[in-house]
Nanobody
Framework: QVQLVESGGGSVQAGGSLRLSCTAPGLSTCMGWFRQGPGKEREAIASIYTSDGATTYHDSVRGRFTISQDNAKNAVYLQMNDLKPEDTAMYYC???????????????????????WGPGTQVTVSS
């Protein structure tokens, strides 16, 4: 079982920035970030296809959030700028592990089937 560990969450005011980090024993074919706000379902917000760096974003964060990878450190990052109160949520790193119980996110032509999540890191944005 892949072990993912997120860090970098915290409390900021609207308009502020945070950078989330996720470390893993190794990067899977896809790495992603999901979030779950109060009373909401978990949603995929950013994914990266680690072979070529192709990315995809949820409409609500496109242009404000950037996902990136560092192969040498087996890490994935989520730079979050211009944060809004509606970004308040628990943020989870996700990886592919080959399980049949997976959530599929398409990154261009690539299906990223996420089945492993980290414990999460809380992001709170105040107005």
């Amino acid at each position: 079982q892949v072990q993912l560990v997120e860090s970098g969450g915290g409390s900021v005011q609207a308009g502020g920035s945070l950078r989330l980090s996720c470390t893993a024993p190794g990067l899977s074919t896809c790495m992603g970030w999901f979030r779950q706000g109060p009373g909401k379902e978990r949603e995929a917000i950013a994914s990266i296809y680690t072979s070529d760096g192709a990315t995809t974003y949820h409409d609500s964060v496109r242009g404000r959030f950037t996902i990136s990878q560092d192969n040498a450190k087996n890490a994935v990052y989520l730079q979050m700028n211009d944060l809004k109160p509606e970004d308040t949520a628990m943020y989870y790193c996700a990886a592919v592990s080959g399980s049949s119980h997976a959530v599929t996110v398409w990154v261009g032509p690539y299906p990223c089937e996420y089945s492993v999540w980290g414990p999460g890191t809380q992001v709170t944005v105040s107005s």
